[in-house]
């Protein structure tokens, strides 16, 4: 059927937007005409009543029609702009509910290490590096993981102190932990056979001699890091913009941002006030910034594209690096049960004091230890002080003793998890906790089953930040060769739907925006992907092929694909 709009009688009226009033109101006698129709899609709306639909009409910076084709048609004015999607599959726009932006634009700018199969590897690519640098000039890299090598031990830095004798070297492992420097490095951060251990870090050292062997773990860290000179303000911007463009590209339209300084707030709101940004960003400031101390809670910043309302802990470290804190000793090392980074009266205090302003609080833990002593700390502190909504967050909750698992419902605390963390982690963590603990690791299925939501992430630049890289590991529960058959520990598996859930509508529970986002309905922001396949009924093998074609954020067309 052919529209002639000429010959209408609507008339199209001018209506203020703003985020308080999502409801554009019509009445029998005036029509809204839409900015910008997407028509003849296949789209996954997350809206329990209106799942499928086939057009969708945008309005300013949010969803003005979700219906079909001879619905939607009927909001295209002279001035709107049509997007014919010829089958193409939408789905609401992605968020990434754990993520460092700053750091993943860092490691865009560094040696990318993830992936790497050998300390060989490593050590040609640090030689390269090293010729285009200036002597003294640092070398950074970060991704490695010793448990993708022959030999699964920590390295040790002999044979990196001869590739880089004059540049000092710190490599990252991939989950963030621990660093791996060479001669150079220690040279200039003064760490000899004399230092002392650091509280809560571990220097790696040659049993006999006492002498650092390379790595260091946890609070260690800080030993090198301190040293390297640090991101100039102008760098941590751009590193910022390069990871937002990374990101919108991945088809994500938002992202939490789990420990975020002064720094890395001033340029979110100097981007988000010149309409920069981009990328929606909910802030959780890191507990050391004296920031939520000293501001209240801001929220919707800028037409919506940046919120401060979070503090984010750690209660321990990673499992890889054995720094996560577990109820039982390691089975791979015994008598190391990793360390406690906070106790329970701590993170009581401290969530205490996030709760009395106002913020949310998300806390660090992967060991079962660690899980139990936030979820203590955090029982204690709603006695303390009883807040209606607060939906206080464990970051990763990652290995759960079974009788934790149904207190995150009974609580109403969220976890938020990385399903690409099981899927990285698959191949050692049995030996990190024994059959039996292992159970309780990654345990979607189990938490969810108690009633709770998982928003989903990828903590990049730990993972890879494409969504639809969680959204197959979620229902796979396999690496991307297939491996292993069946998936691990299936029975943990996510529904498609459910790994979608906690990428969109999920995502934004955590945040409190389950309101203006994380679904495709009248009145929400009008944040879309427009994916290349219908992921909901492709072989899941066929996620990881799946093209982001174009990802929308507040109506603007953000990114496109080139053909
Ligand atoms: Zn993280």
Same mark, same amino acid.
Request: net charge positive; glycine share 10%.
């Given at each position: 059927?052919?529209? =002639?709009w ?6 199209p009226? *001018? ?9 554009? @109101? ?8 839409? !900015?910008t +129709? ?8 997350? $809206?329990?009543?209106n ?9 300013? !910076?949010?969803i ?6 001879p619905e939607?048609?009927?909001? @295209? ?6 997007i ?7 789905v #609401?726009?992605?968020?990434?509910? /754990?993520? /460092? ?11 990318n ?6 300390? !060989?590897e490593?050590?040609n690519m ?6 285009? &640098? ?5 070398i950074?890299?970060?991704?490695? $993981? ?8 920590f390295p ?9 004798p004059?540049?000092?070297?710190c490599?990252?492992?991939i989950?963030? =932990? ?5 001669k ?7 760490v000899?056979?004399?230092? #002392? ?13 006492g ?5 260091l ?27 937002? @463009? $990374?990101c919108?590209?991945a088809?994500l339209?938002?992202?939490?941002d789990?420990?975020?300084g002064?720094d890395e707030i ?7 006030k ?5 990328l ?5 400031i ?25 503090v984010? *802990? ?11 804190? *577990?109820l039982?000793p390691y ?17 009581c ?7 009395k302003?106002g ?14 002593t +936030? ?7 709603l006695k303390?002080? #009883? ?5 206080l967050?464990?970051? =990763?909750?990652?290995v ?7 207190r ?13 963390? &099981? ?7 049995? $030996? ?18 108690t009633g709770?939501?998982i ?11 494409? #969504? ?9 529960? @396999? !690496? =991307?060769?297939?491996?292993p058959?069946?998936?691990? /520990?299936?029975?943990?598996r ?11 509508i ?7 925006e ?5 679904? *495709?309905?009248?009145g ?13 009924? +492709? ?8 093209e ?14 080139k053909?």
């Amino acid at each position: 059927m052919k529209l =002639h709009w000429g010959n209408s009688l609507v008339i199209p009226v *001018l209506l203020l937007l703003t985020s308080c009033e999502p409801a554009i @109101r019509e009445t029998d006698s005036v029509t809204v005409f839409a !900015d910008t +129709v997407l028509i003849g899609g296949n789209i996954i709306t997350m $809206d329990a009543g209106n799942p499928r639909a086939q057009a969708l009409a945008i309005k300013g !910076d949010k969803i003005l029609l979700v219906g079909t084709d001879p619905e939607v048609r009927k909001k @295209r004015g002279k001035n709107t702009k049509v997007i014919k999607l010829n089958g193409k599959t939408v789905v #609401p726009g992605m968020i990434d509910a /754990h993520c /460092h932006v700053l750091s993943y634009g860092n490691s865009l700018r560094s040696l990318n290490l993830v992936g790497t199969k050998s300390l !060989d590897e490593i050590l040609n690519m640090v030689k390269e590096k090293s010729k285009q &640098c200036d002597p003294g000039e640092w070398i950074l890299g970060r991704g490695w $993981d010793q448990n993708d090598w022959d030999e699964k031990k920590f390295p040790a830095n002999d044979k990196l102190n001869e590739v880089s004798p004059y540049n000092p070297v710190c490599l990252t492992r991939i989950c963030g =932990h621990a660093v791996f420097v060479n001669k150079k490095a220690f040279s200039l951060a003064r760490v000899t056979k004399n230092t #002392p251990d650091v509280p809560g870090g571990k220097i790696i050292r040659d049993s006999k001699t006492g002498e650092p062997t390379g790595v260091l773990v946890d609070n260690a860290i800080g030993l090198v890091t301190l040293v390297v000179p640090g991101l100039t303000f102008r760098q941590k911007r751009e590193c910022i913009e390069l990871a937002i @463009r $990374d990101c919108l590209k991945a088809g994500l339209t938002g992202v939490h941002d789990a420990n975020t300084g002064g720094d890395e707030i001033r340029i979110y709101k100097e981007l988000a006030k010149k309409g920069n940004l981009g990328l929606r960003v909910y802030v959780m400031i890191s507990a050391g910034s004296s920031y939520w101390l000293e501001n209240r809670p801001e929220t919707g910043l800028e037409g919506g594209f940046l919120t401060l309302r979070a503090v984010k *802990l750690f209660s321990d470290g990673a499992l890889g690096s054995r720094g996560a804190a *577990l109820l039982e000793p390691y089975s791979d090392e015994q008598g190391n049960s990793g360390l406690l980074l906070m106790e329970e009266g701590e993170i009581c205090k401290t969530a205490c004091e996030a709760l009395k302003r106002g913020f949310q609080v998300c806390t660090h833990a992967i060991g079962d230890k660690a899980n139990r002593t +936030v979820l203590n700390g955090y029982e204690a502190a709603l006695k303390a002080m #009883p807040v209606k909504d607060y939906r206080l967050r464990i970051e =990763h909750a990652q290995v759960l003793a079974p009788e934790d698992i149904p207190r995150f419902s009974k609580l109403g605390v969220i976890p938020s998890m990385q399903p690409t963390h &099981c899927t990285s982690d698959m191949y050692w963590a049995t $030996d990190r906790l024994g059959t039996e603990r292992v159970k309780g690791a990654y345990a979607w299925r189990s938490l969810l089953d108690t009633g709770v939501r998982i928003p989903g992430g990828s903590d990049f630049p730990v993972e890879s930040n494409k #969504p639809l890289w969680g959204i197959y590991a979620a229902v796979t529960r @396999r !690496d =991307h060769k297939g491996f292993p058959q069946g998936g691990w /520990h299936p029975k943990q598996r996510m529904t498609f739907t459910e790994a979608l859930r906690s990428f969109t509508i999920d995502a934004a529970y955590a945040a409190f925006e389950e309101d203006i986002k994380g679904s *495709l309905e009248i009145g929400k922001l009008a944040d879309m992907v427009v994916l290349s396949k219908d992921i909901s009924k +492709v072989a899941p093998k066929e996620i990881l092929k799946t093209e982001i074609e174009m990802t929308i954020v507040g109506g603007r067309i953000v990114y496109r694909r080139k053909e």
